[in-house]
């Protein structure tokens, strides 16, 4: 059975940092590449960031450049997303994902296998 499970989300205060994993297995990890989603009430989900599968290249929105790192551990089937400087508007159900499209996509629908999503509010 094909599952990501994320983990590491909560409550942080706005300018904190939070480190998001998520977890696979049932599929061979290191032929895919994954991204990072979030979505916020009322909103649709948009795309965060994404890695590709050997780990070499990452992409991110311009709403967290410069704030997050994505990285993989192919080894443990894991991928992180670390977010720092956080603000009140990054609060949103985050959800890893990944895609055979070994360079990834900024596109929800070239991904074959979502997780369940790990919550992340920002407040003071």
């Known amino acids: 059975q094909v599952q990501l499970v994320e983990s590491g989300g909560g409550l942080v205060q706005p300018g904190g940092s939070l480190r998001l994993s998520c977890a696979a297995s049932?599929?061979?990890?290191?032929?895919?590449?994954m991204g990072w989603f979030r979505q916020a009430p009322g909103k649709e989900r948009e795309f965060v960031g994404v890695?590709?599968?050997?780990?070499?290249?990452?992409s991110y929105a311009d709403s967290v450049k410069g704030r997050s790192t994505i990285s993989r551990d192919n080894a443990k089937n894991t991928v992180y997303l670390q977010m720092n400087s956080l603000k009140p508007e990054d609060t949103a159900i985050y959800y890893c994902?990944?895609?055979?499209?070994?360079?990834?996509?900024?596109?929800?629908?070239?991904?074959?296998?979502w997780g369940q999503g790990t919550q992340v509010t920002v407040s003071s």
């Open positions: 994902a990944a895609t055979s499209y070994s360079g990834g996509s900024i596109y929800p629908r070239d991904y074959n296998v």
């Open positions: 049932g599929l061979t990890f290191s032929t895919y590449a």
């Open positions: 890695i590709s599968a050997s780990g070499s290249r990452t």
